[in-house]
């Protein structure tokens, strides 16, 4: 039987979404049942991690735990693909000993390629274009918060990247409203604006320059740091292009009163987000990040339960 994966939001349905954010909340709610019922019992899945990773990695080593199953980490270090064993035959091979895949890399393209050659499901942990693992537990915080998707504003305010990319295409399929600030050069790519703008979807997505302008009655203000991994040798050129682009009580104030405050993390405190923001009564950071394990246990269970 052909896998399905999860390689970007636009990969789901709007009925998909809806699921998994249902089963992240029955998750979350019974956490504690999970242990007995064991939805993933003797299954594995394999990591592989080309970037650093916290919540990601983690998140998925303990869900799989939690549902009964394993994981292991495959470091590309001691691995014959040191030695030039190509990604095809890597990937049939652990095809026959894992039952899915979470993959953290940098080109979309090399995603691709493991998907192609894989009989189980790939599941995208993240790529420099996408990071749709991030926004379903966006997406399930959000919710939590507010109750529904439909009409929420949020504004983000930054670097048009792969988590920018991930909001776009989730934000139109669910009927919310994303107004994005990112300074020209930076902004999200226009394939993914286009796609989003083109489709017979329900949301709506602008991009501007104007941080001030982007949050005026959001709901959720949501940003992510300038510099992404793998962008490290632009990092001061960058610090100058975003310098007008901090998460800071002034742009705060300029929201909703009660708007609340989202950064995927980590933080690069004082530079995308200040301390005071981050910390201030007005953030939920902590809460995406606990979701990220509720929404991760919805996923593998998704993809890889019977
Ligand atoms: N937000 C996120 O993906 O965090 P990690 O890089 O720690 O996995
Ligand atoms: N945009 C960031 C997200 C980290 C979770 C990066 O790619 O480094």
């Known amino acids: 039987m052909k896998p399905t994966h999860l390689m970007k939001i636009a990969d789901l349905s709007v009925t998909e979404i809806d699921e998994i954010l249902c089963s992240a909340s029955m998750m979350k709610a019974n956490r504690s049942d999970q242990v007995s019922s064991w939805p993933l019992a003797g299954k594995s899945i394999g990591l592989i991690f ?25 470091g590309s270090e001691g691995s014959q693909m040191t030695r030039g064993e190509s990604v095809a035959d890597t990937v049939k091979v652990l095809s026959r000993y894992v039952d899915g895949l979470v993959i ?4 979309q393209d090399v995603l691709e390629e493991w998907a192609l050659h894989a009989m ?18 966006d997406l399930f915080t959000i919710q939590e918060r507010v109750g529904q998707l439909q009409k929420v504003k949020i504004a983000y305010v930054g670097d048009g990247n792969n988590v920018a990319h991930s909001l776009i295409e989730a934000s139109v399929r669910m009927g919310m409203i994303l107004s994005l600030a990112c300074p020209a050069g930076y902004q999200p790519h226009q394939a993914i604006m286009d796609a989003a703008c083109m ?5 709506t997505v602008e991009c501007g320059t ?21 962008c490290e040798g632009e990092k001061n050129t960058r610090d100058n292009v975003f310098s007008g682009y901090q998460v800071n009580e002034a742009l705060v104030a300029e929201a909703k009163p009660q708007a609340l405050v989202m950064h995927c993390l980590p933080a690069h405190r004082g530079e995308e987000i200040t301390s005071d923001v981050i910390d201030g009564p007005q953030s939920i950071v902590f809460d995406q990040a606990e979701n990220r394990l509720h929404v991760q246990k919805a996923i593998l269970v998704q993809l890889l339960g019977n």
């Open 120 to 137: 189980i499901p790939v599941i995208n942990g993240l790529t420099d274009l996408h990071h749709p693992c991030q926004v379903l537990a």
């Open 199 to 203: 489709g017979s979807h329900v949301g």
């Open 50 to 74: 080309e970037k650093a990773s916290t919540r990601t990695r983690i998140s998925f080593e303990v869900a799989m735990t939690q549902l009964g199953g394993h994981s292991l980490v495959l």
């Open 210 to 230: 104007d941080p001030v302008s982007a949050v005026k009655n959001a709901d959720f203000i949501y940003t992510d740091v300038w510099t992404s991994m793998g």
């Open 104 to 107: 953290r890399t940098f080109g």
